[in-house]
Nanobody
Framework: QMQLVESGGGLVQAGGSLRLSCAAS????????MGWFRQAPGKEREFVAR????????YYADSVKGRFTISRDNAKNTVTLQMDSLKPEDTGVYLC???????????????WGQGTQVTVSS
C-alpha cells in the first residue's frame, strides 16, 4: 500500500498562483509514475500532469501546459504541482496518484490521495 496526502489548496484570484504538494509513504515512491488529476463538481476526473519515476520526463494536459509545472523529490517522497496564471476553470479538487505505468488514464493509477480543494475566483 501507498498512502498519499495532498496539501496546499485554497482560494486564489484569477491570475494568481498556488503550489500543491503530495507526500507519499508506504511503497517505494521512486518506483512509481506520479500524476495529478482534478475533478470539478458534476464533471469527470481529468488528467492534469504526470512525471516519470526519474523526474526527467513530464507530460501535461493541453489545458495547463505552460502554466503548471510538476516536479518530484524522491529523497523526500514528495511530488509538487506549481500552478501559475490560474483561471476560474482550474477550480476543482486536485488529487495526487501513483501508477506503475506511464499513463494519463485515471483507471491505470493504483493509489490515490483524498484531494485538496482549489478555488479560483474571477
Amino acid at each position: 500500500q501507498m498512502q498519499l496526502v495532498e496539501s496546499g489548496g485554497g482560494l486564489v484570484q484569477a491570475g494568481g498562483s498556488l503550489r500543491l504538494s503530495c507526500a507519499a509513504s508506504g511503497r517505494t515512491f521512486s518506483s512509481y509514475v506520479m500524476g495529478w488529476f482534478r475533478q470539478a463538481p458534476g464533471k469527470e476526473r481529468e488528467f492534469v500532469a504526470r512525471i516519470a519515476w526519474s523526474g526527467r520526463s513530464t507530460y501535461y494536459a493541453d489545458s495547463v501546459k505552460g502554466r503548471f509545472t510538476i516536479s518530484r523529490d524522491n529523497a523526500k517522497n514528495t511530488v509538487t504541482l506549481q500552478m501559475d496564471s490560474l483561471k476560474p476553470e482550474d477550480t476543482g479538487v486536485y488529487l495526487c496518484a501513483a501508477s506503475s505505468g506511464s499513463t494519463t488514464r485515471a483507471s491505470s493509477y493504483d493509489y490515490w490521495g483524498q484531494g485538496t480543494q482549489v478555488t479560483v475566483s474571477s
